[in-house]
């Protein structure tokens, strides 16, 4: 029995006491309550102590493990962009392409110790030079990306119901009639090899990496962005219900206009009030139409409304475009595109050193898992060029 536990049963005693004793015993058990509560309170305040000081020491602890796990991270950091590691690296990438290839024993050292869950540590300038390739086609690095396992879906608004004003006392305001429709991304592989002489694999480390990485991430990105604005072009100008009933592809308007002061402008009338960050999308060759209009007009409007202007050869330019075809594109990409990379903005590497062989060529193939798709409903406008169709 503690001392605290001693002082409660003779706290109890003393009560039971009292109603049998004298006037003289009472004032002295009186005082002994007193004593002993004194006690009880000095023992309290000492285990409050004690268990402050644990608390701190766990604090202590807690923090010493973070600040050495932040430290561990921060050297691991610092020794994944080390030169050493990024040349081990590189040499690791080149053994996954040729089996035949035999690493160092020093960069196999250097990335087996590294290693956490059976994944190598891609060095943060692999992951530069991906993000700055994809960056630089200026179409897709508009788009908003996700990175979700497996088909993604996405709702999209078909039509709804208003707001409405109400007053108190009238009657209540109806339910909104809602219609959505289900947009469903499918991944596939985006792919393209390049073909390297036996001097671009006898290329050490960062040279090595960026040489291959930045070329076929931008020629990945660039099919992507073929892809998507592809997908905008063939839109439906109207709103179709598969078998199930489920409206699954978004809608674009169409305008039919030549490249004049003013086609922006209508185009752009016709989206929906949700697309606002607009992106004018043609052949550059349909650039110089639009040029020659600003020309006409001494240069005294701008016919791209202050839009940002992208460009993509896979639209025809207006003078080769036929009747009725889609030549240019004006729209909200962050808001009307989405892109799912199911497996991460990684690129996957595979060698083939069988089919250029006689010509020391070997073929470095790149894959992205890519779902490209179109998300919200009158968020592009397709604009065609005038005239009757054949």
């Known amino acids: 029995m503690t001392r605290k536990e001693e002082i409660e049963v003779r706290k109890a005693e003393i009560r039971e006491e009292i109603p049998k004793a004298s006037e003289e015993k009472i004032e002295e058990l009186n005082a002994e309550v007193d004593a002993l509560n004194e006690e009880a309170a000095k023992i309290e305040e000492q285990e409050k102590v004690k268990e402050e000081a644990k608390e701190l020491e766990e604090k202590k602890f807690v923090a010493k493990e973070v600040v050495k796990e932040e430290r561990k991270m921060e050297n691991n950091k610092e020794f994944r ?34 290693v956490e869950d059976g994944v190598v540590a891609v060095p943060e300038m692999v992951d530069d030079i991906i993000k700055t390739a994809w960056e630089r086609e200026e179409i897709v690095s508009l788009v908003k990306d996700i990175s979700v396992k497996g088909n993604f879906q996405v709702q999209f608004e078909v039509s709804a119901d208003g707001a409405v004003e109400h007053t108190e006392g009238d009657d209540p305001v109806d339910e909104e009639n809602l219609i959505l429709g289900i947009a469903t991304l499918v991944p596939k592989s985006i792919k393209k090899w390049l073909s390297v002489s036996d001097e671009v694999l006898d290329m050490k480390g960062e040279a ?68 606002n960050n607009i992106t004018v999308i043609m052949n550059k060759l349909t650039h110089a139409n639009f040029k020659a209009a600003a020309y006409a007009n001494g240069y005294a409007v701008d016919p791209f409304e202050g839009f940002r202007v992208r460009y993509n050869n896979t639209l025809p ?22 892109i799912n990379f199911p497996n991460g903005e990684g690129i996957a590497l595979k060698y083939d050193d069988k089919t250029l062989m006689t010509s020391d060529l070997v073929r470095i193939l790149g894959r992205r898992f890519t779902a490209i798709g179109i998300v919200a409903d009158k968020s592009f406008t397709l604009v065609a060029k005038p005239g009757v169709s054949a």
Do not use: W
């Open 81 to 114: 962009n080390s030169k050493e590691y990024i040349n081990a690296y590189a040499e690791y990438v080149k053994e996954g392409l040729a089996k035949d290839y035999t690493m160092s024993k020093e960069a196999r050292a250097l990335l087996t110790t590294n």
């Open 208 to 275: 090595f990496l960026n040489y291959v990485y930045d070329e076929l991430t931008y020629r990945i990105a660039k099919k992507c962005a073929d892809i998507l604005v592809g997908k905008i072009a063939a839109l439906p100008q109207s709103l179709v219900a598969n078998e199930d009933g489920v409206y699954d592809t978004p809608s674009a308007a169409k305008v039919t206009l030549a490249p004049e002061v003013g086609t922006v402008a209508s185009a752009y009338a016709n989206l929906s009030d949700e697309a």
């Open 317 to 338: 330019a207006y003078d080769t475009a036929t009747a009725g075809q889609v030549y240019m594109i004006v729209g909200d990409l962050n808001h009307g595109a989405l």
